[in-house]
């Protein structure tokens, strides 16, 4: 009920533009920057500095360009174009990760599905010949069959550096899961950060978390190097025990968790042996990120607040 509450709030509040002016003057600073425990920074440099950290440790990264919501197709395109650029420069510092993330509303689908469509086209080309592969991120349900849709029409080209994410939460998502994995697409499973309406979604967080087990389970078994994503300790080790009980090796999956979030489990997870990749936020536009993450857990918004007080960085 608390949490529900919670992620509704901080929906709301993820669309104010007053605050989110307000924060953006704060957020990213050296010390006591808000928003620094979950973003890795401003710029290309900074997010390939990051990615440098967490490759010494054992872990691989998915860069995502923050950003999302984009409404005319010059925006669109200015951010596909910073994709490609995002690509080059990586490449050329000589990172293991090569993979990206990417918000479909970003890069135009509010604008029209063709846009969408072009400038996906253009990212994942882009990464063929450097070996990037390109993880469509799950926004709202409003864009759930768009998304797909999207991705599906660049498989069906050719392309195969392409996977989606799909939301533990839909109740549509075991028939997608199942359309997918007979394609041969790879699949990041998340439970779904976004607030939903009951018809569409699963609201409790037993029902969530049931629908997630079952689906892990479809993955590891009949999926194409599925990713797991999530930092749900329980869940982290239902997918392991059954990996183990069905000799599926610990290279044939990925767990996948969010840069700032349980570095506890993302090292424990290296140390046993596992792919473990952060998901790797940078860019200006962090604000509705950064508050879908104080919506996931309340007790973030002491760190916040404290952060905020005594100008220290946020553990
Ligand atoms: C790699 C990755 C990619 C994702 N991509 C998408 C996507 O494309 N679309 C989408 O809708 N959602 C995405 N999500 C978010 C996801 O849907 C959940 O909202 C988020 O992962 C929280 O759920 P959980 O599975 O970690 O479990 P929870 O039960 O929420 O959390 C389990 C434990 O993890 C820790 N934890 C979780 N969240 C936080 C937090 N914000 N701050 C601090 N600690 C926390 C806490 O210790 C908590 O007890 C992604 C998540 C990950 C890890």
Redesign the pocket.
């Known amino acids: 009920m608390i949490g529900a509450l919670a992620r509704a709030t901080f929906s709301l509040l993820a669309g104010s533009s007053l605050l989110k002016k307000a924060a953006s003057r704060y957020g990213l600073r050296r010390t006591g920057g808000i928003a620094r425990r979950?973003v890795a920074g401003e710029t290309v440099a900074e997010a390939i500095a990051a990615v440098r950290q967490l490759e010494a440790r054992g872990l691989l990264a998915?860069i995502d360009l923050l950003g999302e919501s984009v409404t005319s197709s010059e925006q669109a395109v200015a951010a596909a174009r910073e994709y490609v650029a995002l690509i080059e420069t990586a490449a050329a510092a000589g990172i293991a990760s090569r993979s990206l993330?990417v918000k479909l509303t970003q890069i135009g689908l509010a604008v029209d599905r063709a846009t969408a469509i072009d400038n996906l086209r253009r990212i994942v080309d882009a990464g063929v010949e450097p070996g990037f592969f390109v993880r469509v991120?799950?926004?709202g349900s409003a864009w759930t069959e768009n998304t797909l849709d999207t991705v599906e029409t660049l498989w069906s080209i050719g392309y195969r550096n392409v996977g989606v994410?799909i939301?533990a939460a839909l109740r549509r998502s075991p028939a997608d899961v199942e359309r997918l994995n007979a394609l041969g697409m790879s699949i990041?499973l998340?439970?779904?950060?976004?607030r939903e309406p009951r018809g569409v979604a699963h609201r409790r967080?037993e029902d969530v978390e049931r629908a997630?087990a079952e689906l892990m389970e479809t993955l590891l078994v009949g999926g194409h190097r599925p990713?797991i994503?999530?930092?749900?300790?329980r869940?982290i080790e239902r997918t392991r025990q059954l990996a183990d009980a069905r000799g599926i090796a610990r290279d044939a999956f990925e767990f996948?968790?969010?840069y700032g979030?349980?570095r506890d489990l993302q090292h424990s997870l290296v140390r046993d042996g596992y792919q473990v990749?952060?998901?790797l936020p940078y860019g200006t536009e962090w604000y509705p990120y950064f508050m879908?993450?104080?919506g996931?857990?309340p007790?973030?918004v002491a760190f916040v607040l404290k952060s905020l007080v005594s100008e220290e960085s946020v553990p």
């Open positions: 979950f998915t993330s991120d799950m926004e994410a939301q990041r998340v439970k779904g950060a976004y967080r997630f990713a994503a999530t930092h749900d300790p869940l996948e968790l969010l979030i349980r990749r952060v998901y879908r993450r104080l996931e857990r007790a973030n």
